[in-house]
């Protein structure tokens, strides 16, 4: 293989993985960290490919992506879809082996973004009316990596994955646990 084959591979995905973000309604901040695109590059690609094809529906959303944790812990439903989606972003290696300190610069990758980009398509095939947007998403992965707010961790009654806050008082069963043992207090 030749110098230039290895080069025009790496580019190709970079360039796949950014119209699959773009199809997500990642904002262009997003799709320059995971891909390395410039964002004229994100820009041009956008115009190109979706707008005078069949994506010209896509939302673009602007401004800071989601910063806060509580989103996910918020309500029991919101806590079993966050839990859902971490546990899909575990099984797919999205999530890294151990607690990363700067996630955010070294989370970000080709192959872990699509790795995110499956994850997410097999969230919202699991879930109803899905309500975690993909830069929520994005936050989970990165927020449960560096497992300062959130964490990941089993639930004590049936081993299933859990998102916790971790400045709430500590609740280690899932939503399904919890139903089970109160429906018992009233038999």
């Not at 891909?35 to 690609?45: P, V, W, Y």
């Not at 097999?122 to 449960?144: G, K």
């Amino acid at each position: 293989m030749r110098v230039s084959d290895a080069r025009y591979s790496r580019d190709r995905l970079r360039f796949d993985l950014a119209l699959r973000l773009i199809q997500h309604e990642a904002r262009t901040s997003t799709i320059r960290v995971w891909t390395g695109l410039s964002d004229d590059r994100i820009r041009k690609l956008y115009r190109s490919y979706l707008v005078e094809g069949d994506g010209s529906n896509l939302a673009r959303h602007r401004g800071k992506s989601p910063q806060q944790t509580a989103f996910f812990t918020r309500t029991p439903a919101m806590r079993e879809e966050s839990s859902l989606l971490a546990s899909v972003c575990y099984l797919l290696g999205v999530m890294p082996a151990g607690k990363v300190a700067d996630a955010q610069r070294t989370l970000p990758g080709v192959q872990r973004g699509a790795a995110l980009c499956e994850a997410f398509e097999n969230y919202r095939d699991l879930v109803q009316s899905p309500r975690i947007s993909f830069e929520h998403a994005v936050f989970l992965v990165t927020a449960l990596a560096r497992s300062d707010e959130i964490h990941a961790t089993l639930c004590r009654d049936c081993n299933a994955l859990i998102v916790v806050d971790r400045y709430c008082l500590p609740s280690r069963r899932c939503s399904a646990c919890e139903a089970g043992s109160q429906g018992r207090l009233f038999m």
